[in-house]
């Protein structure tokens, strides 16, 4: 009989938004790969799989998750949930300006000019 492994992933502030999807990379015994993507939401279920040994790890940029990945025992029929905390460790410039408001971005790219003179 096979087995599934289901995933959660949630996010550190639950903010009430939807969850970006997820590149979720399951390894397994005699090269078993397998890379999914996540539903917007953070989850995914991996079905159809034989018992064994399997290596679970989330990717996704400017994020880190808890645990950075798992190492998952699966017996015959066996069903497993999986959930991962993930945090946002990065932002893109472009988030930093609207999530400080528009008001403040001619502070921000002063700033910025003027660290980027002072590095020269």
Do not use: W
């Not at 997820?22 to 989850?43: F, H, K, M, P, Q």
């Amino acid at each position: 009989q096979l087995s599934q492994i289901v995933v959660h992933i949630h996010d550190e502030k639950e903010s009430g938004e939807l969850f970006p999807s997820v590149l979720l990379s399951l390894s397994g015994e005699d090269g078993y790969r397998n890379n999914s993507i996540s539903s917007a939401g953070g989850t995914f279920s991996f079905v159809d799989l034989f018992p064994g040994s399997f290596y679970l790890r989330p990717l996704l940029k400017e994020y880190s998750f808890s645990p950075a990945a798992v190492a998952i025992e699966l017996e015959s029929g066996e069903s497993k949930v999986v959930k991962f905390l993930a945090t946002r460790v990065a932002y893109r410039f472009v988030d930093f300006i609207f999530a400080s408001g528009i008001s403040s971005f001619s502070q921000t790219l002063y700033f910025s000019c003027n660290l980027v003179s002072l590095m020269m």
